[in-house]
């Protein structure tokens, strides 16, 4: 369609988008505030940054939410690729929809319950809770977002791509290794970094699953807000939205310079 | 073509659930020749070419290459490559790593492929793209890429799944052309799939028509159109004017029937229908004569000049004939074709050894 | 695709490794929430009872399987703060679907109706909010809704008001942070579905002397249902059970299921009720999660 914005849609994108991102500039901005009110412009300053590294608490919680962000971002990448597979590429199996039920119920079911499940699982199972109930937990949520976004992929996938590599002589395996693989790769980090944020993310189901000295960072960031409003916690998350900015650029820009379409 | 053929299907049989796809079908593809496997959507032409391929396995039957069973070989063990119709080519490598792909499947020295890589980048006259990548090509240079792909393994059979599909008219016509001059360089047997009678009839030595899991007819292109074993042979290539009608009469070469109509025609006939069978005679629009009432009074019946088309040197009428039959006659602008008018009434006839009578 | 086939061993691992972490870490706790629900609390660790162990033996069991009771169903199902809950929870996250829907609709269309190569760009920009902290999102409206919050600071130094607004700590900034946490997830299936309608549709409509009015509601709106009715669900499920928002954006009087389960579970470590809460929670939210299933089934996300 060659037709420009009209203003009325120009107007409506711009109100829109102006309420997604304020909320989230403000923010960032505020982080550079030299006042210790959180809404009260004191003049520039970047001491919020420096009292956050002398803060052991925060840095030691913030280590804690990094490595089960990597743990469970690659076991769900792992797991979420083979139900991806399992779903797009099986055909009717053996209790095909409660799997596909499994896969699609905790992208909505509330955190709270999921949380609480695993919780008294853990209990029931006499597992001691921290490092890795967490990891358990996190992925559990995370593998079926990689899944998703994986099913999608292999969903527009040409499989005489792959009917092509093995009429030209290679085996399965090699298909798999040169054709499927780099073709879905893309897909796959874009799951592993979901999985990752949702991880680095998550309050509830840490709150469930972690254990004591496995605070994660959302839980600390919890208690700081509910005690009020910091400078500190604008720098934290300043941080963390310049990471999750930064990981989000750097993933479009290998997609844009090696992702052609499987289609 | 003495000796055992290249290619050799026994009674082959395919089914998908309750459909079946190729039925107990038998067929001899010698080496060094452009075969065109033709048909309607459906008929199992692209099973039978993903059962050569290997994609799939017959249910019964085998299949021999070069004397070799392969029925049970897997698509990366067997010498036949393919070219798909959607081109299948790998998105995320370069025009010459996608030709290099099956001969680096054969582990072949570096230096080799790159030289062979070249070869066929000429040959398809491509050289100097091979750095570009698929989604930079045009339909017909990704058409040409997909066919040095295929060829450079000098497989002993190429399967071609409709393989100009994808291009434009134009296009169409002169990678006919290329397709038919590649095959005579490399020597390759072609086996095009393809549902375009044009397409078969300009490119293959032989054709084969199927219909419903099965073979209706082989032969030449020329033979298939002149001698039309089957009705939906004779309807599928080519355009024709069909009568249905019973048998009433033998004649010399051929038989007599009445249409329901009432209307009495003689035709050329190589089966043996008795009295009273139900047959149906094929004549095609270039061999229906018009004449001026009263010229002719045999084999036709008098009708009225509907419309009228003029394309490429050839008049095409449509004539209602008395008997409410519609009938479309063809004549070259050369013979005169263009001296009939609107609502001019005609008589259509034809000699009877230009039409054919037939059973199926 | 079509063919049942048997399954090899790398298939088997292909399906058997998430579908075994699934029905160990996501189907078979919901067994024990049951089953604890049905106990009663205890001043122990873990704090409910019975608990089974494999030394009781069978009769050891099966006396304590007689010692459970529906106690607590009785409670949460009698107790009328469970009930408020439950009905204020339904009632603010449909009031906050329903404004999403009312937000994004809009949205979603001037996105696509936008020039095509800008499109790409503006999903992006409409899902990277999903991407950052779900919890700095929502302290970014403690920020601006607070009594000495940003908003109000503004509105005192226009004038346009003299005393500030108290939006902070009510239910009116409980459905402020629901909406504006899960916009992205109403855009993107509403983006979907409008994208891939014809404009051509619109121009015919118009053509054949529907006003844009008429054609909004006729081609437009029809046209974008699955769309509709997938954002509509993953607003809503999650919304019901919310925790987080509630917590920290609503007041002490906004009750919220997910809120009185996490409370009873953590403040009052009253395991067996927040199981029966969870539980019932679970029960109200099932028919939602089948609809949204067979939605998914149909349509594979893209």
């Known amino acids: 369609m060659k037709r420009g914005l009209t203003s009325a849609h120009l107007a409506i994108l711009a109100a829109g988008f102006a309420f997604l991102y304020v909320p989230i500039a403000l923010v960032v901005l505020y982080s550079f505030n030299a006042s210790r009110l959180v809404t009260v412009w004191g003049g520039f300053s970047t001491q919020w940054y420096v009292s956050l590294f002398a803060n052991e608490q925060l840095l030691q919680a913030a280590s804690i939410s990094f490595r089960v962000a990597l743990a469970s971002a690659a076991l769900s990448t792992v797991l979420g690729t083979c139900a991806a597979f399992a779903l797009q590429r099986f055909g009717r199996f053996p209790a095909r929809t409660l799997f596909s039920g499994m896969l699609y119920a905790p992208l909505v079911m509330p955190e709270v319950i999921i949380g609480l499940a695993l919780l008294l699982l853990f209990v029931g199972l006499g597992i001691d809770r921290g490092f890795w109930t967490i990891v358990i937990g996190h992925t559990t949520l995370g593998l079926c977002f990689v899944a998703v976004v994986v099913q999608a992929r292999l969903a527009g996938f040409d499989r005489s791509l792959e009917e092509a590599a093995q009429d030209l002589g290679a085996s399965p395996a090699r298909t798999f290794r040169s054709i499927t693989l780099p073709l879905i790769a893309p897909a796959m980090a874009a799951g592993f970094l979901l999985a990752f944020t949702i991880s680095l993310d998550d309050f509830v189901i840490a709150s469930f699953t972690s254990g004591p000295g496995s605070t994660t960072l959302p839980m600390r960031i919890y208690s700081q807000v509910r005690l009020g409003l910091t400078p500190e916690i604008n720098a934290i998350s300043t941080l963390l939205i310049g990471i999750v900015g930064l990981s989000l650029l750097a993933a479009t820009a290998i997609n844009r310079l090696k992702a052609p379409s499987a289609r | ?360 | 695709m079509s063919a049942r086939a048997p399954l090899s061993a790398l298939r088997r691992f292909v399906l058997g490794a998430p579908a075994l972490w699934l029905l160990l870490f996501f189907l078979a706790p919901f067994a024990l929430v049951m089953k604890i629900a049905l106990s009663k609390p205890a001043i122990a660790q873990p704090p409910y009872e019975p608990t089974f162990s494999l030394a009781d033996g069978w009769h050891g069991f099966l006396d304590k399987l007689g010692a459970l009771s529906f106690d607590t169903f009785d409670l949460v199902i009698s107790d009328d703060l469970y009930l408020s809950a439950y009905l204020s929870s339904l009632r603010l996250a449909a009031i906050a679907t329903l404004l999403t829907l009312l937000i994004a609709f809009p949205l979603s269309l001037a996105m696509a109706r936008a020039p095509k190569h800008w499109r790409t760009a503006l999903v992006m920009l409409a899902i990277a909010p999903f991407w950052t902290s779900f919890l700095i999102r929502i302290y970014a409206w403690i920020m601006l809704l607070k009594e000495e919050g940003l908003i109000n600071k503004l509105l005192l130094s226009l004038g346009l008001i003299s005393t500030p607004l108290s939006i902070f700590a009510t239910e009116g900034a409980v459905l402020i942070g629901i909406v504006y946490s899960y916009l992205p997830f109403m855009i993107l299936p509403l983006y979907n579905a409008l994208e891939r309608q014809d404009p051509a549709l619109l121009e015919a409509a118009s053509d054949l002397g529907a006003t844009p009015f008429t054609s909004f509601w006729t081609i437009t709106v029809p046209l974008a249902r699955s769309g509709i009715f997938a954002g509509v669900l993953l607003v809503f499920i999650p919304a019901v059970g919310e925790f987080v928002i509630p917590d920290l954006l609503g007041g002490s009087d906004t009750l919220m299921i997910g809120r009185t389960l996490w409370n009873e579970f953590f403040d009052n470590r009253d395991w067996p009720t927040a199981s029966a809460v969870a539980i019932f929670l679970l029960v109200l939210l099932i028919a939602p999660l089948m609809l949204y299933e067979r939605q998914q089934m149909r349509e594979p996300a893209r």
């Open chain 2, 1 to 360: 073509m003495g000796g055992a053929p290249l290619l050799r299907l026994a009674r082959v049989t395919k089914a998908y659930g309750d459909v079946v796809a190729v039925r107990d079908l038998s067929l001899d593809i010698p080496a060094n020749e452009f075969f065109a496997l033709l048909g309607p959507s459906g008929c199992g032409k692209t099973t039978l070419m993903r059962l050569i391929a290997g994609f799939e396995t017959p249910d019964d039957g085998r299949i021999y290459l070069d004397g070799q069973d392969i029925t049970d070989l897997p698509p990366h063990l067997r010498s036949i490559n393919m070219m798909f119709q959607s081109y299948a080519l790998f998105p995320h490598m370069s025009v010459a790593q996608n030709i290099a792909f099956g001969l680096k499947q054969e582990g072949r020295p570096r230096q080799e492929i790159a030289s062979r890589v070249e070869d066929m980048l000429r040959l398809v006259q491509m050289v100097g793209l091979g750095e570009r990548r698929p989604d930079q090509l045009s339909g017909g240079q990704r058409q040409r890429v997909a066919l040095a792909r295929a060829l450079i393994k000098r497989p002993k059979l190429l399967l071609l799944d409709e393989p100009l599909a994808a291009l434009d008219r134009k296009l169409r016509h002169d990678t006919q052309f290329e397709l038919m001059q590649a095959q005579r360089e490399t020597g390759t047997s072609f086996v095009v799939v393809t549902h375009d009678q044009d397409e078969a009839m300009v490119m293959a030595h032989r054709m084969a028509v199927m219909r419903a899991g099965a073979i209706d007819q082989i032969g030449a292109p020329r033979e298939v159109y002149e001698e039309p074993a089957t009705r939906h042979v004779a309807g599928f290539v080519g355009e024709t004017n069909f009568f249905e009608g019973r048998v009433i009469q033998y004649m010399p070469g051929g038989v007599a029937i009445e249409t329901s109509k009432g209307l009495k025609l003689e035709a050329f006939c190589q089966q043996h229908p008795a009295i009273g069978a139900k047959v149906t005679i094929s004549i095609r629009p270039e061999n229906l004569r018009l004449s001026a009432p009263g010229v002719f009074s045999s084999n036709g019946s008098a009708g009225e000049i509907l419309d009228q088309v003029f394309r490429e040197g050839l008049s095409s009428f449509r004539v209602k004939l008395d008997t409410g039959d519609l009938v479309h006659v063809r004549k070259s602008v050369s013979e005169g074709g263009a001296q009939h008018a609107r609502g001019e009434r005609v008589f259509v006839s034809f000699a009877p050894e230009h039409a054919r009578a037939l059973l199926t």
